[in-house]
Nanobody
Framework: QVQLMESGGGLVQPGGSLRLSCAAS????????MGWYRQISGQQRQMVAL???????DVTDSVKGRFTISRDSSKNTVFLQMNTLKPEDTAMYYC??????????WGQGTLVTVSS
């Protein structure tokens, strides 16, 4: 099964930006869906942004216009550019990948803290 490694989390002030990266241990080709979920302490994990192998994206309403998902297939990496961050964006962010052959796989998460 694929291994997913997130990076880019950290502490940022409100209004600031961060870019998360998720590197997959296999080529991101063929049929797949890949992207980001987040989990706020005490709450369920929620979808933030997903991209499929055709380039279609799905972004949750609360981050539309602020967060952008993209990929670099040559590096087997998906990115989440997060702008105009708010305290309510504070969460553990998890990379997710799905293939029809093995279902879903998760990274270990990277913590994003938005605070002054």
């Amino acid at each position: 099964q694929v291994q997913l490694m997130e990076s880019g989390g950290g502490l940022v002030q409100p209004g600031g930006s961060l870019r998360l990266s998720c590197a997959a241990s296999e080529s991101i080709s063929g049929l797949y869906q890949m992207g980001w979920y987040r989990q706020i302490s005490g709450q369920q994990r929620q979808m933030v942004a997903l991209m499929d192998s055709y380039g279609n994206t799905d972004v949750t309403d609360s981050v539309k216009g602020r967060f952008t998902i993209s990929r670099d297939s040559s590096k087997n990496t998906v990115f989440l550019q997060m702008n105009t961050l708010k305290p309510e964006d504070t969460a553990m962010y998890y990379c997710y990948m799905w293939r029809p052959t093995y279902g879903g796989a998760w990274g270990q998460g990277t913590l994003v803290t938005v605070s002054s």
